[in-house]
Antibody, heavy 122, light 108 residues
Framework: QVQLVESGGGVVQPGGSLRLSCAASGFRFSDYGMHWVRQAPGKGLEWVAFIPYDGSNKYHTDSVKGRFTISRDNSKNTLYLQMNNLRPDDTAVYFC???????????????WGQGTLVTVSS | EIVLTQSPGTLSLSPGEGATLTCRASQIVSSNYLAWYQQKPGQAPRLLIYGASSRATGIPGRFSGSGSGTDFTLTISRLEPEDFAVYYCQQYGKSPITFGQGTRLEIK
């Protein structure tokens, strides 16, 4: 069965950096695009970033452009999110999720990890 | 970007009743690329519906989606106790992907 396990969250000061990882199993990782979605405490879902199956392009929401970078290593079945210059409003649970389309360009999200909490505070 | 507005914000119903949740888009959602998710406290979202009306794997038949253009509906017939949760719509017809703000379905 599909499993997505995030790691790397924690408490960081404003201006600091973190790298999130998402270990995937149960499907052919190199055939599917992957997403990061976040959820601030008590708030709704916000799409953060998407990377196609081959890593050929990277898409980020405007509020994180220039600070966050999505990447993947298909040899390790792992998705990453490098987060730099973190701000208090980046505090959220970060979910990785699998794209629903084979070789897709960003669609619905059919499997989700349990999330990892990032807290940005001094 | 396409803004999705869900209504109502909160819906109070009893088990056994039917529920109708709506999602209105600020622009036409191309190819009806609209999905619905269910989220329970402390859990990840779960995909219910994609393509406006296709049920995801393992989703019970009491969940159905409909709509096109800018107006979409999630219908839950005969609510079960485990259906009380927050529901989100999401469009993927135009970048960036966007989510609605959610509808909380609570037990009356």
């Amino acid at each position: 069965q599909v499993q997505l396990v995030e790691s790397g969250g924690g408490v960081v000061q404003p201006g600091g950096s973190l790298r999130l990882s998402c270990a995937a199993s149960g499907f052919r990782f190199s055939d599917y695009g992957m997403h990061w979605v976040r959820q601030a405490p008590g708030k709704g879902l916000e799409w953060v970033a998407f990377i196609p199956y081959d890593g050929s392009n990277k898409y980020h929401t405007d509020s994180v452009k220039g600070r966050f970078t999505i990447s993947r290593d298909n040899s390790k079945n792992t998705l990453y999110l490098q987060m730099n210059n973190l701000r208090p409003d980046d505090t959220a649970v970060y979910f990785c999720a699998k794209d629903g389309y084979y070789y897709g360009s960003g669609s619905y999200l059919d499997y989700w990890g349990q999330g990892t909490l990032v807290t940005v505070s001094s | 970007e396409i803004v999705l507005t869900q209504s109502p914000g909160t819906l109070s119903l009893s088990p056994g009743e039917g529920a109708t949740l709506t999602c209105r888009a600020s622009q036409i959602v191309s190819s009806n690329y609209l999905a619905w998710y269910q989220q329970k406290p402390g859990q990840a979202p779960r995909l219910l519906i994609y393509g406006a009306s296709s049920r995801a794997t393992g989703i019970p038949g009491r969940f159905s989606g409909s709509g096109s253009g800018t107006d979409f509906t999630l219908t839950i017939s005969r609510l079960e106790p485990e259906d009380f949760a927050v529901y989100y719509c999401q469009q993927y017809g135009k970048s960036p992907i966007t989510f609605g703000q959610g509808t909380r379905l609570e037990i009356k």
